[in-house]
């Protein structure tokens, strides 16, 4: 079965401070992909980043980075200097492509806000 | 950058109606369409992925004589919610994942659509 669990259901900060959102999942597959989304009040999912299972570099982009670690099947995800303008629902997803239609599998997503 | 529009962005229906939603892949062939549902301050849950040219297949508690989707081609899929009632509200998107190759497997998703049956 494939899952992912963000833990987090609100999280909660003051502009400038750092956050983690944290991502855990679940797949009994070798090869997946790994995907973050932030979705802003207007609905639209942004897409942030895609990672496949055989890539473990962490990456930043900007004020954004990522922690991929096969060892805990996590894929956390931190905002260094929050903005108001990060405020959002971010959603965790899986996809595998072996034998499947390659659905995406989404967390319950965790609604970061983010106070002047 | 690959663009998927959805049609209506919103909608307001009484119920009993039909709603008929498109999703289109503007700059690129899309083989599978994706169709979520969205319920307010939950996550996206697939209700169906659709092949080009082929019959969609649903998901565990979507009735597909309720959600008919049809993708007749490589650009276009629509969603019908027939007879609506006002639990179908909702905001529903799309996703359409390029062919093997060329965009390979990233899903491009639509901006939603917005239904309020009332």
């Known amino acids: 079965a494939q899952k992912v669990t963000q833990a987090q259901t609100e999280i909660s900060v003051v502009e400038k401070e750092d956050v983690t959102l944290d991502c855990v999942y679940e797949t009994r597959d070798t090869t997946y992909y790994l995907f973050w989304y932030k979705q802003p009040p207007s609905g639209e999912l942004v897409f942030l980043i895609r990672?496949?299972?055989?890539?473990?570099q962490n990456e930043i982009s900007g004020r954004y980075s990522w922690n991929f670690q096969k060892s805990t099947s996590s894929f956390n995800f931190t905002i260094t200097a929050s903005q108001v303008v990060d405020s959002a629902v971010y959603f965790c997803a899986l996809v595998n492509y072996g034998g499947s239609q390659g659905n995406l599998i989404f967390g319950k997503g965790t609604k970061l806000s983010v106070k002047p | 950058g690959a663009v998927v529009s959805q049609h209506p962005s919103w909608v307001i229906c009484k119920s009993g109606t039909s709603v008929k939603i498109e999703c289109r892949s503007l700059?690129?062939?899309?083989?599978?369409m994706f169709w979520y549902r969205q319920f307010p301050k939950q996550s996206l849950m697939l209700m169906a992925t659709?092949?080009?040219?082929?019959?969609?297949?649903?998901e565990q508690g979507v009735e597909k004589d309720k959600f008919l989707i049809n993708h007749a081609s490589l650009t276009l899929s629509t969603l019908t919610v027939t007879s609506a009632h006002p639990e179908d509200s909702s905001f529903y998107i799309c996703?359409?994942?390029?062919?093997?190759?060329?965009?390979?497997?990233?899903?491009?998703f639509g901006p939603g659509t917005r239904l309020t049956v009332l």
């Open positions: 659709s092949n080009e040219g082929s019959k969609a297949t649903y």
């Open positions: 996703s359409a994942r390029g062919l093997a190759g060329g965009l390979g497997n990233e899903q491009f």
């Open positions: 990672r496949n299972s055989f890539d473990e």
């Open positions: 700059d690129f062939q899309a083989t599978t």
